[in-house]
């Protein structure tokens, strides 16, 4: 992992409103995220050069004090983990916040949700396992390993995500799969194998969803992807063709969920 440019900083607040669906909250207890995605649409969000995404995480120290003060007056509702980074990054293993979050979040049993590409999680299944209600999504867009070191190179390793899936399941939280953005080197004909894989670890549901070409993304995935021709063509040659091509995914996934009787949450 290349040189990051960790600060510790002070929040004023910790639960915002959050407009995505089924989210009352969202909370970030960092800024900034080490995993490098290279897709990442957060620094068009934020209006972040995309040059410094990756580069930085700023770690909220207080964020779980302001909790712990926030949830004594706010009405009950879905906290998202996190919206805006991955809460499980590897700056969390240090800093823990978090745990810390999710401790306040208990006492008052706030339901989570928490989106990861990460097997840190499973650090804190013994937390995630007491509460009334808490789902983790665990991200995956490929089964590619090679190509997730390209496009997502400090995440977790995907045979980790799986078993991390797999461990969260057989504790009895509710686990999904979120997949997306299904790269486009994914043959039709490789979706029964990657559905059954995420069947077989204990996923509950599979949201889809496809590549969200913000300004800028497809420049750096081909920059970043140039030294794997196959890839970087998969990319570039499918990236005016992205509606046809991922309507042809889309009405395939929902077939075999179908088939194999698993919900599927269409995100396309």
């Not at 499973?122 to 983790?136: H, M, P, Q, V, Y």
Request: net charge positive.
């Amino acid at each position: 992992m290349k040189n990051i440019t960790i600060k510790e900083i002070h929040c004023k607040t910790a639960l915002s409103s959050s407009l995505l669906p089924g989210l009352q909250y969202s909370l970030n207890p960092y800024k900034g995220c080490q995993h490098q995605c290279t897709y990442c649409y957060v620094p068009n969000v934020l209006k972040l050069k995309r040059s410094e995404w990756g580069n930085f995480v700023d770690v909220k120290v207080n964020i779980p004090l302001v909790l712990s003060k926030e949830l004594k007056i706010k009405k009950p509702g879905v906290v998202g983990i996190s919206t805006v980074t991955d809460p499980y990054q590897p700056v969390e293993k240090k800093y823990t916040l978090t745990r810390y979050c999710l401790e306040q979040l208990l006492k008052y049993d706030f339901p989570v949700s928490i989106q990861t590409k990460s097997s840190l999680i499973t650090r804190d299944i013994d937390i995630l396992s007491k509460f009334s209600n808490a789902e983790i999504l665990f991200s995956i867009a490929t089964l590619d390993d090679t190509q997730r070191q390209l496009l997502e190179p400090n995440s977790s390793p995907l045979n980790k995500r799986l078993s991390a899936l797999q461990e969260c399941s057989q504790a009895n939280i509710k686990t999904s799969v979120f997949f997306g953005p299904i790269y486009p080197s994914i043959s039709i004909y490789e979706l029964p194998r990657i559905i059954d894989s995420f069947i077989e670890s204990g996923a509950s549901k599979i949201w889809i969803d496809s590549l969200n070409l913000k300004p800028g993304i497809l420049e750096n995935i081909i920059q970043k992807t140039h030294h794997d021709k196959n890839l970087s063509a998969a990319f570039s040659n499918k990236s005016f063709k992205y509606k046809q091509y991922y309507e042809l995914l889309r009405k395939k996934i929902l077939k075999i969920g179908k088939e194999k009787n698993i919900e599927i949450i269409d995100a396309f």
